[in-house]
């Protein structure tokens, strides 16, 4: 993760919504200072899809989980019914990424498929590589953390929206940054293993063949 990545998402996800929800709550009402708060993140979002620069499952996932999120966030009506409409919407996504390991097909596998195939691997050989037993049991593992982190983020917001009420908003825009950045720098670590144990297979194929 870039250092130039890191500092817009906190701009994006952190600064301009807590500064537009604080400034704008007095302003334009709690349930539309919520609304606009989230504009930052759609517009950066939409940004980033653009750079992927091809249509692919991450791309279409990232697409669909905006549009959705932002539909929920529209249709809410009330600022306290938006919070609570997120935290559904958290655990419907957890369900959905566990559903993907159960069926055998981890959604951060395909994800990665995606990548690699961006930089020139055959993804046909990679998916047979990434399906190694060592390897895809990571991919349950990293894919569960994603599911994780919603089910506690979601479980979290409840205890905030009932102590708080409205006013837990901007308290879940820090607590989601600070998971989202521990979870992918897990998963980072199980990418970074997986590379290896990928390498280490590729120079003991090499080895295999000058012997």
């Known amino acids: 993760m870039s ?11 952190l600064i301009f919504p807590i500064v537009i929800w604080n400034y704008g709550k007095n302003h334009i009402g709690e349930y539309y200072a919520m609304l606009v708060s989230t504009l930052p993140g759609i517009l950066y979002s939409i940004v980033r899809f653009i750079l992927l620069k091809r249509v692919n499952l991450f791309g279409i996932f990232m697409v669909l989980n905006l549009l959705i999120g932002t539909l929920v966030d ?25 559903v993907t ?63 708080y009420g409205v006013n837990s908003f901007d308290k879940s825009i820090i607590l ?8 992918f720098g897990i998963s980072f670590y199980g990418f970074f293993y997986i590379s290896k144990l990928l390498n280490n297979q590729t120079n003991g194929q090499k080895t295999s063949d000058i012997c």
Not at 3 to 13: A, L, M, N
Not at 76 to 86: E, F, K, R, V
Not at 176 to 183: D, F, K, P, V
């Open 3 to 13: 250092k130039r990545i890191v500092i817009w998402d906190i701009i994006c996800y």
């Open 74 to 98: 529209v249709l809410a009506g009330s600022a306290i019914q938006m919070l609570w409409n997120d935290v559904f919407y958290s655990y419907i996504l957890a369900l959905i990424f566990i």
């Open 101 to 163: 390991i159960v069926v055998n097909k981890p959604l951060f596998l395909f994800f990665s498929l995606d990548l690699v195939e961006m930089q020139g691997h055959n993804r046909t050989k990679m998916k047979s590589l990434f399906y190694q037993k060592k390897i895809l049991f990571i991919y349950k593992l990293i894919t569960f953390g994603f599911a994780f982190r919603e089910i506690l983020l979601s479980s979290l917001k409840i205890a905030l929206i009932l102590k």
């Open 176 to 183: 989601r940054q600070i998971l989202s950045w521990g979870t």
